[in-house]
Each structure stands twice: as C-alpha cells, then as structure tokens.
C-alpha cells in the first residue's frame, strides 16, 4: 500500500492517467490526494471530477481557487471567465452529484503525519489553529446556507490575521490564505505578484521563508505554478504546470520519491 499526493491537474485528464500508470497506481490499496485545482483551463475537467469522484473510497482533495470558481458559478454567485473550461462540469448530467460532493472537501488535510494544502500554510498560523480555522470554513461553504457565505468569499482584504477578525472576514481570510497565498509584504498577504522567486520585488517573501509557528511540519502544496516543482526542509511545492505545457507530479509520502509526466500539450498560454 501507498500513499501519493499529487500536484495541481486542472482538467488534464490524460496526463492523469498516465501518471496513474507511472506509478502503477491501484485503487483497491493505493491512496491518493490531490493539493487542489482538479479543474479548469485544461481539456477534461469533468472526467477527472468524475474520475476523483468514483474513486473516492481511495482518493481525496483539498480545494484549491479554481475548485471554489468552479462552485460559485455552479451556486450562481461567479460567472465564467476569459480560459475557463468548466462549462461542461455545469452543463453535465451529474453536475449536482459532482459539485455537492466536492462542495464538502476541506482546505486542509493531515495525512501519515504531512499537512496537505493548496496555496500554503499562513505563517502565522500553529497546526492546531489552521486545522479549526479550516473546517470552520468548510462547515461554512458546505453547509444549507453555502451561497450566502461563497458570496462572502470574494475580495483581497483583510490581508493580516487577527484574533479580532469578525465571522466574515475570518473566513474570507482563511480563503484567500489556503488557496490563493504566495507572497507576503510586511503588512500582509499580497495578490498581485504571481511569478517566479529571482525577480520578485525586494518588498515580497515567500510565504515559507517567513517563520512559521508549524516548521517543523512537512506542508506540501500547489498553486504556485511559476516556482515548480520545490523540495526544501519540510516542504514540498507540486504544482509544476501540466496546464501550462508542464509536468503533472506526485510524491511518495513513504520515501518522498518524486514522480513526473511530461504535458502532451500546452492546453493554455502562461500568463505574464
């Protein structure tokens, strides 16, 4: 029995599978988890929707942007945008079945003693505390009242955490923090810078160069497809940009072997 984490797929179905076979995956003993973004911009996001779902007696997601973009078309509170491909998802036939299950997938999970997130661990977060903060949100966005609270889920602030935070500004944080993190600036979280780490404004950090009150916890991620695959003390970044002509890569957990397929396409141009 093994257990692989597997970087950002969004909608590449292909690459997927031959990952599956590289690894010589079997869904009867094997375990996967997936850092987020199963969908959009790639060919097939609703085959691996699908794929994840029938196999979830095996495999397991955390949420990542593009999974909760995917939601809020779905609930009506976004509409799709300039390379979206998601349009299928929310025309297909088991659209509810898909999106009700995925609407249950957490921000957050501890597997064989790892942290699995999208985007990153907030610094200023201990393991104990990013665990409730994470299921708060997702008893939120899950819940009988979940439109009301993905309409809550858009906009860039607060940038900081604070205990003094009110309900809505708590879990908007949290969002933003386990899906859309990369850099931080003295006062906060910053959106606007997206690419690589030579070249980044004197003014921004790494997310996991700042001290952490969890570092001496191994937190392995995504998102962040412009740093690639990243291996560093208790860290392991997988998005390495199938979507963009990249790899699709998966770790190991037992040995932290890597394992990578080459895109056989560039679905999308990077953006820059």
Known sequence: MATYVVGDVQGCFDELSRLMDVINFNTDCDRIIFVGDLVNRGPASLRVLQWVYQNRHCASTVLGN????????????????DGDTINEVLQSSDASVLLCWLSQQ????????????HAGL???????KALKLAESARIKYSGADKKSWFSLMYGNKPIA???ELDEAESFRF???????????TSEGLDFKYKGELIGAPESLTPWF??????????VIFGHWSALGL?????????????VWGGQLSAVRLS???IYQVQSSHTYQSIEI
């Open 66 to 81: 593009h999974d909760l973009h995917l939601l809020a078309c779905w609930l009506g509170i976004s509409s799709l945008k």
């Open 106 to 117: 957490p921000l957050m999970l501890e597997i064989e003693g790892n942290y699995i997130v």
């Open 122 to 128: 907030y610094p200023g977060w201990g393991i104990k």
């Open 161 to 163: 955490w604070s205990n």
């Open 174 to 184: 949290t969002i933003n923090a386990f899906t859309r993190m990369r850099f931080c």
């Open 209 to 218: 160069s700042l001290k952490r009150k969890a570092c001496d916890s191994t």
């Open 230 to 242: 990243y291996k560093a003390s208790n860290l392991i970044g997988l998005d390495t940009g199938a």
């Open 255 to 257: 040995d932290l072997q």
